[in-house]
Nanobody
Framework: QVQLVESGGGLVQAGGSLRLSCAAS????????IAWFRQAPGKEREFVAA????????RNEDSLKGRFIISRDRAKNTVYLQMNSLKTEDAAVYYC??????????????????WGQGTQVTVSS
């Protein structure tokens, strides 16, 4: 059973940085894409970034490019989301998600089968 566990959320001041981690277990991830989504209160879950486990290809939400960077450490079975220059509007629950899609990096919620429990990111002004 694939499990994804997020960590690294917390409270940060606007302009600060956080690094989220997504630890994956319970499977062989060579044919998976791992993504980050976020959901603010009263809003739909939205795509942030995704990475192909096998070839490292990435996909990023255009509005977050340059501030949010996704990466993976295959030895640790972990995907990271480095978030820089955080804004109050970045506050949300951040979810890690997995999809068995070789060499692809989907960007839509329904394309992902496995989800973590989420980690809260709060940005103060």
């Amino acid at each position: 059973q694939v499990q994804l566990v997020e960590s690294g959320g917390g409270l940060v001041q606007a302009g600060g940085s956080l690094r989220l981690s997504c630890a994956a277990s319970g499977g062989t991830f060579s044919n998976y894409a791992i993504a980050w989504f976020r959901q603010a209160p009263g809003k739909e879950r939205e795509f942030v970034a995704a990475i192909s486990w096998s070839n490292g290809a990435t996909r990023n939400e255009d509005s977050l490019k340059g501030r949010f960077i996704i990466s993976r450490d295959r030895a640790k079975n972990t995907v990271y989301l480095q978030m820089n220059s955080l804004k109050t509007e970045d506050a949300a629950v951040y979810y890690c998600a997995g999809a068995r899609v070789p060499l692809s990096v989907p960007g839509r919620v329904h394309e992902y089968d496995y989800w973590g429990q989420g980690t809260q990111v709060t940005v103060s002004s």
